[in-house]
C-alpha cells in the first residue's frame, strides 16, 4: 500500500511564506513526476507545479517566480516553497505521483492541506 502524507499547510498573511512537504512511503520501486495541485472553494483541481525524476520543473503562470518546486529522492518527498503568497493562491493543496511499483505505474494523491492567505 502506498502513502502520500502532506504536511506544511496553514494561515499565513499576504507576502509570506509557507513550505508544504509531500512524503511517499509504502512498496515502492521508485517514482517518476511528482507534483503539487491546489483546489479553491467553486473551482476546479489545477496544476501547480510538476518535477520530473531528473529535476525538470514545470510551474502553473500564476506561481512562478513566487513558487520553487524541489525533491529529495532518497526520501522519496516533494517540496513546494512557497513566497510572495497572495490571497488568491487560498486553496487545499493536494500532492501528486506517478509511482512505480513491481509490475506497474499507478498515480497517487495525499489527502491535501489547506493554504489560507489572509489577513
Known amino acids: 500500500q502506498v502513502q502520500l502524507v502532506e504536511s506544511g499547510g496553514g494561515l499565513v498573511q499576504p507576502g509570506g511564506s509557507l513550505r508544504l512537504s509531500c512524503a511517499a512511503s509504502?512498496?515502492?520501486?521508485?517514482?517518476?513526476?511528482m507534483g503539487w495541485y491546489r483546489q479553491a472553494p467553486g473551482k476546479q483541481r489545477e496544476l501547480v507545479a510538476t518535477i520530473t525524476s531528473g529535476g525538470s520543473t514545470n510551474y502553473a503562470d500564476s506561481v512562478k517566480g513566487r513558487f520553487t518546486i524541489s525533491r529529495d529522492n532518497a526520501k522519496n518527498t516533494v517540496y513546494l516553497q512557497m513566497n510572495s503568497l497572495k490571497p488568491e493562491d487560498t486553496a487545499v493543496y493536494y500532492c501528486?505521483?506517478?509511482?512505480?511499483?513491481?509490475?506497474?505505474?499507478?498515480?497517487?494523491w495525499g489527502q491535501g492541506t489547506q493554504v489560507t492567505v489572509s489577513s
Open positions: 501528486n505521483a506517478l509511482i512505480r511499483l513491481p509490475g506497474k505505474f499507478s498515480n497517487y
Open positions: 509504502g512498496n515502492i520501486f521508485s517514482i517518476n513526476a
